[in-house]
């Protein structure tokens, strides 16, 4: 169980795709010789094999358009459309096939009266493979947010044990004051043209510099990019929730909540050493 969670989902779609055919080939081809009992074994498994042939076309199309436009309604809409074409198609082609083994070709009439019996079964057919199709990026997507939680989480982990000098501190205003704070102690900075404003412990002051300036000071080890604009620190971290487009949200010490996009959440992870799963 353990080896079928690790496989790669292209690996374990594509046996459950053949394991499918193959099973459905065989299946048909006992019921036309339990129809048909003058059909030798070959030619009942050759009909049934050419007959549902068209549908691995269709399971590798609706893959690939997954891919290109998710599991949302976008690849659900384009896939709406298609089954327009595809299915009359299909059924047109299973038609004609049935035609040849009967030895019926000349049959105009018949072929298009078999065409649209065809159908229902086609409709179908062309329903199961989007849903498993659409069912399996689901469970793809939800077990990349897995594995990259886990992986940002031992980072995360990995961050809190790093030796941070306790006699860095910044001097931040605060209104008409400046106030002396640890650098540990600051969860992020966020770039407010040439100030930075700093947040720990739910305050927040403005230190004359720039973002840039002040990452190039900090420990990469612990401070990161959460964005273009702002810096975070990742021993501040208590909490990591993935978001459904990708990126993650982040429960700070103090409860304030920070989001890193999907391009950061994959910079953060190799800068910590740990490429992208």
Not at 82 to 98: E, G, K, Y
Not at 173 to 184: F, L
Not at 197 to 216: C, F, P
């Amino acid at each position: 169980m353990r080896r079928l969670r690790r496989a790669p989902v292209g690996a374990v779609i594509g046996l459950f795709t053949a394991y499918s055919y193959v099973a459905t080939v065989l299946s048909v081809g006992w019921y036309l010789r339990r129809g048909s009992p003058d059909l030798s074994v070959a030619t009942s498994l050759t009909w049934a094999a050419l007959s549902y042939a068209p549908w691995l076309v269709v399971a590798g199309l609706t893959w690939v358009v997954i891919r290109r436009f998710g599991a949302g309604w976008g690849a659900t809409g384009v896939l709406a459309v298609a089954m327009l074409v595809v299915v009359p198609l299909i059924a047109a082609l299973n038609a004609r096939t049935d035609m040849g083994f009967l030895n019926r070709t000349d049959a105009g009439g018949d072929w298009v009266a078999r065409m649209i019996d065809r159908l229902p079964v086609a409709i179908l057919l062309y329903t199961a493979v989007v849903a498993v199709g659409l069912a399996a990026a689901y469970w793809r997507s939800a077990r990349e947010a897995r594995d990259c939680i886990d992986t940002l989480t031992t980072a995360l982990s990995e961050a809190r044990t790093v030796e941070q000098d306790q006699t860095q501190r910044l001097l931040i205003s605060t209104g008409r004051t400046r106030t002396s704070v640890a650098v540990g102690d600051i969860e992020w900075f966020a770039s407010a043209g040439n100030y930075v404003v700093a947040n720990w412990d739910g305050k927040e002051g403005l230190i004359r510099e720039t973002l840039h300036g002040m990452e190039a000071r900090l420990d990469p080890r612990v401070f990161t990019r959460s964005h273009r604009s702002s810096l975070i620190n990742l021993a501040r971290v208590s909490q990591v929730q993935p978001l459904s487009d990708g990126s993650w949200r982040l429960t700070m010490n103090s409860g304030a909540e920070l989001v890193i996009s999907r391009t950061y959440r994959d910079a953060v992870l190799e800068k910590l050493g740990r490429p992208a799963p």
